[in-house]
């Protein structure tokens, strides 16, 4: 038997542990779990106790330093994505990070400039692009079913989902942003990843915080939330094709949906709530067609298996920053559109 990949998660909040920690502890023969590091030493030692982990890093620098450590996760406030997958790599470690890769596009190109300059890989953990449903819908898109396709719509809409008021995910200067930076990076990246991801080269966004913004009252108080509950926009790209966004944490909406749609010139589909629909014509009469074909897998857990093959094979990843990129340079877009009030344009992708 091959020797087991020996593993490290930095970040044991409930994404760490729930999602990386969990998902790699399904594959022993393949996975030795090693170390947990958190900011919160509380946190990493009761990560560690639950998956019987033997090393508990007072540091993530102690972690890296190890070089028994073949890889990590690093699942951490979005704030610290970058400089702990940057230091990693140059320590030589390949690294599963959480999404979104990066507070902004330029830190995302660092990400890639280390990957290179130290032989490793990268994946980024969008977990919606390893389901079966969305394999299957990858396949479907590439096999010609849908023709052309010129126009998207996606968004991730809860009626009332803010975040824990006070924690990092309602902090800027943590998160990055709001819910534009939190959902829109799975469903904006899934839609893309469907169709080859062109290049984009324009955008129109706003942004708007009506649920948000309550002042802090006393020393203790949490920190206000500053940043949106509701991001929509435009986005177009080089080939044509156009999208629609809109994405929020709280919203007088009727119900909570996520959904990818895609409107091609031979069909259409519709990905909502995890339910995919196939749109077409048959006889002269639209049809609708339900695949039979559901998600089976735990959170994570094809994620882990994929990561766990390309490090055994040296592959590349499917969920590769490069791409990670091209969203960030969206997600920038977006916002700058937003706060000058015109379309602003995206340069290309330089790595």
């Given at each position: 038997?091959?020797?087991?990949?020996?593993?490290?998660?930095?970040?044991?909040?409930?994404?760490?542990?729930?999602?990386?920690?969990?998902?790699?502890?399904?594959?022993?023969?393949?996975?030795?779990?090693?170390?947990?590091?958190?900011?919160?030493?509380?946190?990493?030692?009761?990560?560690?106790?639950?998956?019987?982990?033997?090393?508990?890093?007072?540091?993530?620098?102690?972690?890296?330093?190890?070089?028994?450590?073949?890889?990590?996760?690093?699942?951490?406030?979005?704030?610290?994505?970058?400089?702990?997958?940057?230091?990693?790599?140059?320590?030589?470690?390949?690294?599963?990070?959480?999404?979104?890769?990066?507070?902004?596009?330029?830190?995302?190109?660092?990400?890639?400039?280390?990957?290179?300059?130290?032989?490793?890989?990268?994946?980024?953990?969008?977990?919606?692009?390893?389901?079966?449903?969305?394999?299957?819908?990858?396949?479907?898109?590439?096999?010609?079913?849908?023709?052309?396709?010129?126009?998207?719509?996606?968004?991730?809409?809860?009626?009332?989902?803010?975040?824990?008021?006070?924690?990092?995910?309602?902090?800027?200067?943590?998160?990055?942003?709001?819910?534009?930076?939190?959902?829109?990076?799975?469903?904006?990246?899934?839609?893309?990843?469907?169709?080859?991801?062109?290049?984009?080269?324009?955008?129109?966004?706003?942004?708007?915080?009506?649920?948000?913004?309550?002042?802090?009252?006393?020393?203790?108080?949490?920190?206000?939330?500053?940043?949106?509950?509701?991001?929509?926009?435009?986005?177009?790209?080089?080939?044509?094709?156009?999208?629609s966004i809109e994405?929020?944490?709280?919203?007088?909406?009727?119900?909570?949906?996520?959904?990818?749609?895609?409107?091609?010139?031979k069909g259409g589909?519709?990905?909502?709530?995890?339910?995919?629909?196939?749109?077409?014509?048959?006889?002269?009469?639209?049809?609708?067609?339900?695949?039979?074909?559901?998600?089976?897998?735990?959170?994570?857990?094809?994620?882990?298996?994929?990561?766990?093959?390309?490090?055994?094979?040296?592959?590349?990843?499917?969920?590769?920053?490069?791409?990670?990129?091209?969203?960030?340079?969206?997600?920038?877009?977006?916002?700058?559109?937003?706060?000058?009030?015109?379309?602003?344009?995206?340069?290309?992708?330089?790595?």
């Amino acid at each position: 038997m091959a020797k087991r990949l020996r593993y490290g998660l930095i970040g044991c909040g409930g994404c760490g542990v729930g999602k990386h920690l969990a998902s790699y502890a399904l594959y022993p023969d393949e996975v030795e779990l090693c170390a947990v590091y958190d900011f919160d030493a509380a946190k990493a030692k009761a990560a560690a106790e639950q998956y019987r982990v033997p090393q508990v890093y007072a540091t993530y620098e102690e972690m890296l330093a190890d070089p028994r450590i073949d890889f990590v996760s690093v699942a951490t406030p979005n704030a610290f994505h970058a400089p702990i997958t940057i230091a990693a790599l140059e320590a030589g470690k390949h690294v599963h990070v959480e999404k979104p890769i990066s507070m902004n596009a330029e830190e995302a190109e660092a990400i890639v400039e280390a990957k290179n300059r130290n032989g490793k890989l990268v994946m980024v953990g969008l977990n919606n692009r390893f389901t079966e449903l969305s394999q299957f819908t990858k396949q479907y898109v590439d096999e010609g079913h849908l023709g052309e396709v010129y126009h998207i719509r996606c968004g991730w809409r809860r009626r009332r989902g803010i975040p824990s008021w006070g924690g990092w995910f309602t902090q800027k200067a943590l998160a990055g942003g709001g819910p534009l930076i939190d959902l829109g990076v799975h469903f904006i990246d899934l839609s893309l990843h469907f169709i080859g991801f062109p290049e984009p080269v324009s955008v129109s966004g706003a942004t708007y915080s009506k649920f948000t913004g309550k002042p802090a009252k006393g020393k203790d108080a949490p920190p206000p939330m500053d940043v949106e509950d509701l991001a929509v926009g435009f986005v177009r790209f080089a080939n044509g094709c156009t999208m629609s966004i809109e994405y929020s944490w709280a919203s007088n909406v009727e119900r909570e949906e996520n959904f990818s749609e895609l409107m091609g010139t031979k069909g259409g589909l519709r990905l909502l709530n995890g339910e995919l629909t196939l749109l077409g014509e048959s006889c002269g009469v639209p049809t609708n067609i339900v695949p039979q074909i559901k998600n089976t897998s735990s959170w994570g857990e094809n994620e882990a298996k994929h990561f766990i093959e390309c490090m055994r094979r040296r592959r590349e990843p499917l969920a590769k920053p490069e791409e990670a990129v091209r969203i960030m340079r969206i997600i920038d877009g977006l916002y700058a559109s937003a706060e000058s009030g015109r379309e602003v344009l995206v340069s290309p992708v330089a790595v």
